[in-house]
């Protein structure tokens, strides 16, 4: 098989340069890597525009989400090309399930507390207070950094959290993660759950919600591992 073209699938509150301390771990090795923008209104629009992504790409994929595009990869990874997915700090829905459900299983972490709801035409914006975004995002990213994270955020509509998965890649693909043991935007047990349940190969890092950010050579390391293993 062909080498696969790794693509990095970003969560909610971030866009694709929460992955700029990755990508050049991995184009350092040579790898292929495709970072697209995720639209962040609902999960199974999501989902089909990654799903498109992955058509266009000649060749196998492997799909890395992190966090809410766990959630994304879990249902686009269903596509063909896509031979194996890796979750950073995400969720691994079981087909039929929300977001909401997955975490209403265990205690909220301190994002509950600090998120901040904004109407648009046709629905509701979802943020993180920008004060409070450092400490329960980015804990271990340089502050000057975050500071600029924090007002750059890319909204999740509200839709999205209460939309059910309508297929979990992981049935039929074989996958990889990361749990950020230092989470204080989804409980770590949230991730430790749905990977136990989806049989994702996992290591935990002590790491804030950004793993890929404060810990880019051991976030590359596994893919690379799933690359291997592919």
């Given amino acids: ?20 301390a990755l990508i050049p771990e991995l184009l350092s090795d040579g790898i ?15 989902a089909a525009y990654i799903a498109s992504v992955v058509r266009s790409i000649d060749g196998p994929v492997l799909l890395v989400g992190h966090s809410y595009g766990g959630a994304v990869i879990t249902v686009a990874g269903t596509e063909e090309n896509v031979k194996g997915l890796v979750y950073l700090s995400g969720y691994a829905l079981e087909e039929g399930e929300s977001l909401g459900e997955l975490q209403g299983r265990f ?7 600090a998120l901040v709801y904004t109407p648009f035409p046709g629905g509701t914006d979802v943020t993180v207070d920008i004060e409070k975004f450092p400490a329960i995002f980015a804990h271990d990213v340089d502050p000057g950094l975050a500071r600029i994270l924090a007002v750059s955020q890319r909204p999740l509509a509200g839709a999205a959290f209460a939309e059910a998965a309508p297929a979990a890649a992981w049935k039929t693909k074989p996958a990889w993660g990361i749990v950020s043991s230092s989470d204080h935007t989804i409980n770590p047990d949230v991730e430790r759950f749905g990977y136990q349940r989806a049989g994702v190969k996992a290591v935990e890092i002590d790491s804030s919600h950004l793993v890929m950010l404060s810990h880019p050579k051991e976030a590359a390391d596994v893919i690379r591992e799933a690359l291997k293993a592919l």
């Fill in 32 to 46: 292929k890597v495709l970072a697209p923008a995720v639209p962040n209104r609902t999960l199974t629009g999501d």
């Fill in 1 to 20: 098989m062909a080498q696969p073209t790794v693509v990095l699938v970003h969560g909610a509150f971030a866009d694709a340069s929460s992955f700029a």
């Fill in 107 to 113: 205690p909220d972490s301190d994002l509950a507390a």
